[in-house]
């Protein structure tokens, strides 16, 4: 079929006038499956059991929380976040697309991480991913988060994070990465703005460009502590948590990672690494 002039009609791609943000942010960022098969499967390891009922804190759109929701009959979720209107988001687009028995052991709660109620309590696994937990810039604050995650897991609870690291991370540098849709390609660009290596803050933004020459620009912003690894397994431990284990990702041979993380005592001096911890309650 063609247009009007015979011309052949193609999908318009993506624009900065007619993207949604937080689509765009699930294709370039969230890999929220491969994030369930890790914490899925460590847990069972160190448990020797599956998990039932996780938390996700700073859960944004709670999309880890419905993709928990759709693994197995038995899971529940609770997602916790203090922006209504990126909830709502998830609410709309990604809860309702569950079933609705999925959608049933699914809450997505409007509430600060560290008041999680009854509802976030007593749970097998706490989840702070995409380094959200970077928000407490000083050492008091994220022990406190810490110790009150472990108050609030159930008995044998785990605790899983990420971390970023490498001596770029403490670079203001732009990432560029072209993204391959079915729609049509973008560019999803991880701008390090500003880095203070007195206090350790760092501005971040998330900028997306399109194939129409339109941009994006602050989709996301984020200001942070760039905490070092070392300083988040102390502070675990501080909090009282016990077996802090950091799990590194393994080397597909060509300069890049492999996507398979297991339990490390060493790593490498990458100049840039993401890897996993997780904690023992």
């Known amino acids: 079929m063609t247009a009007a002039g015979g011309a052949s009609k193609r999908p318009s791609g993506w624009t900065a006038a007619t993207a949604d943000r937080h689509v765009l942010y699930t294709h370039a960022v969230q890999s929220v499956e491969a994030e369930i098969d890790f914490v899925d499967s460590t847990y069972r390891e160190i448990r020797g059991k599956p998990a039932r009922i996780l938390r996700e804190d700073f859960c944004g ?3 880890t929380s419905c993709e928990w929701a759709r693994r197995r009959p038995q899971n ?7 922006d209504q209107a990126t909830l709502a988001w998830g609410g709309q687009n990604i809860l309702s697309k569950l079933s609705d028995s999925e959608r049933a052991r699914v809450k997505l709660l409007n509430r600060d ?21 970077w928000i407490f810039r000083a050492r ?39 993204i391959k849709t079915r729609k049509g390609p973008f560019t999803y660009i991880w701008d390090q703005k500003t880095y203070d290596p007195i206090t350790g803050k760092m501005d971040c933004a998330i900028h997306f460009h399109f194939a129409d020459g339109t941009r994006m620009r602050n989709a996301f912003t984020y200001t942070w502590r760039l905490w070092t690894l070392p300083e988040i397994q102390e502070l675990l431990s501080e909090a ?9 990702e393994g080397d597909d041979k060509k300069g890049s990672g ?24």
């Open 61 to 63: 759109t709670g999309a």
């Open 76 to 82: 529940h979720a609770v997602g916790l976040d203090r």
């Open 113 to 133: 991480v560290r008041e999680p109620g009854r509802e976030g309590s007593g749970v097998d696994m706490v989840l702070a991913m995409n380094f959200s937990y």
């Open 140 to 178: 008091e604050e994220l022990r406190a988060y810490f110790a009150r995650v472990r108050e609030t897991l159930g008995s044998g609870g785990v605790f899983f994070l990420d971390h970023y690291g490498g001596f770029e991370s403490m670079k203001e540098q732009r990432d560029k990465r072209e």
């Open 240 to 248: 009282g948590f016990r077996n802090v284990t950091v799990y590194w």
């Open 258 to 281: 492999n996507g398979v993380f297991t339990p490390a005592k060493q790593g490498e001096a990458c100049a840039a690494f993401i890897c996993y911890l997780s904690a023992e309650k």
